[in-house]
């Protein structure tokens, strides 16, 4: 009898020590995961910064255009706007010589 209780203790001891090895190996692998997610978060916010950035540089970008591109329509109309003065200039010049009595055809 006394070696049935032996053997008895001698396996539960067995049996406790495996279960606290399997305690300790959770342990483990639960602070490895924890490891892992502190990481997974540090990549994720450094990514939404990357987003962040291109989407800010993508605007900047837009908006440099987009002046750039008034400012070519304004200096175009600019210098559509000179050079109808400059025609009309002239043909008012030259309506002058053709017709430099007006005054006369306008009362008949």
Known sequence: METLVTVLITLGAC????????VVRLKEKVEELDTLKLD???IELKIDKMVND??????????????????R???????????????YNEIRELDKVV???KDLLKNK
């Not at 049996?15 to 399997?22: D, H, I, T, V």
């Not at 200096?75 to 400059?86: E, G, I, L, M, P």
């Open 73 to 87: 329509i304004e200096k175009w109309v600019a210098s559509t706007d000179r050079r109808f003065d400059k025609a």
């Open 15 to 22: 049996a406790l020590a495996y279960a606290f090895s399997g």
């Open 40 to 42: 997974l978060d540090d």
């Open 99 to 101: 017709n430099p009595n």
């Open 54 to 71: 291109l989407s800010r540089e993508s605007f900047q970008r837009m908006d440099e255009l987009e002046k750039d591109y008034c400012d």
